[in-house]
Structure formats: C-alpha cells, structure tokens
C-alpha cells in the first residue's frame, strides 16, 4: 500500500514514538528516562547518522549487525537500528566539587538521591575497598538495577591519597534485545 507525503509525516513520528515507549521501561514501569538525552529503544537511522560510528567485532555467535556510537563522553550501542546500551562516563568537570571523597561518600552525598528520582531503589549496593594499608586505596561502589526490560549500573571509582578525580559511570540496557551482564565496568549486552 502506497502512503502519500503527508500522511507519512502524520505517521512515521507516531510510530516511532510508540516503540520508544514500548521498548524502554524504567523504575516505575513506565518509560525509562533518558540518559544524557537518549532514550533506549531509539533508532540509529534517527539519531545516529551524524555520530562517529563502526560496527562492533563481536563474537562469532552472533549473526546480527551491531554498531557502537560516540557522541562526546558517551558508547551507544545500537543492535540492527535499536538503541539498546547507553554507557556514559561523566566528564572530570560535573565531578570537580567533590573531588577529595571517597566513593561511598559520594554515593551518599551525590549520587543516591539522584538514581533513585530516575530509577527507582536499587536492588544492590557493593562497595569494595582495597588494603585499608595502602595509602592510594582503590575504593568503587557499584550500584544495580533490574526490571522487566531494562537493567542499570552505576559504578564510583575513587582512589585515596591521589589527585586523580574519582570516575563515574552509568550503564543503561535494554533486555528486551539483549543479556545485560555486569562488570566493574559497566553492563556488556550479550547475545540471548
């Protein structure tokens, strides 16, 4: 069936906005909210065409055309043309206020009030900490999420007795495509 240009113009955005919110769920089971302004579920023939992007090597299971993206400090990863990871590391900048605490701190002071407005309490909250001997501890919080189709990590690196600024990094990913595995890292999408 053939559509004329203006009906298609009625239609298309429609469409569009109706798997974005079929596809992402957040803490209340709604839509998730966006991280940096993207949303999972969203098409890269939408949004990525003007990003640096390649495909993904991925592992020889897997017979699906994957491409990572890099607009500024952010990884999407779209399976085919859908947005399903969202991996974002906040520049030194947004950090600099708090730059002397301990990761659990920041967590406390920064982070927790913040994660919870946009998803929801967390189902787990490690933190780690390395010989308490040492002067430059190695300290990392990692918080996660599961939902139906989504799952989130958040994850504060710091360490002690350093100028470095401490590195935070949140994950989003959608399970509707993919296994959302943890690491110290972040979430990896993995073949179902």
């Not at 993207?38 to 592992?59: F, K, V």
């Not at 967390?122 to 308490?132: A, G, L, N, Y």
């Amino acid at each position: 069936m053939l559509v004329d240009g203006h009906l298609a113009k009625r239609i298309v955005p429609v469409c569009t906005s109706a798997l974005v919110a079929f596809t992402a769920l957040s803490a209340d089971g709604q839509t998730a909210p966006p991280l940096a302004g993207y949303h999972l579920g969203d098409t890269w023939s939408r949004i990525g065409r003007a990003m640096p992007c390649q495909p993904d090597s991925l592992p020889p299971d897997w017979n699906v055309k994957v491409k990572h993206c890099w607009p500024g400090t952010l990884a999407l990863w779209f399976l085919r043309d859908t947005l399903y990871q969202i991996n974002y590391t906040l520049p030194d900048s947004a950090l600099s206020p708090d730059a002397s605490l301990p990761a659990d701190a920041l967590w406390d002071r920064r982070w927790k009030q913040w994660s919870i407005r946009r998803f929801g309490e967390p189902d787990s909250v490690k933190v780690e900490r390395t010989d308490p001997n040492d002067p430059r501890r190695l300290m990392q919080v990692i918080v996660r999420w599961r939902k139906p189709s989504v799952s989130v990590q958040l994850t504060i690196m710091t360490v002690t007795g350093s100028r470095e600024a401490p590195w935070v990094h949140i994950s989003v990913c959608g399970e509707r495509w993919v296994k959302c595995e943890s690491s110290w890292i972040g979430l990896n999408g993995v073949a179902k």
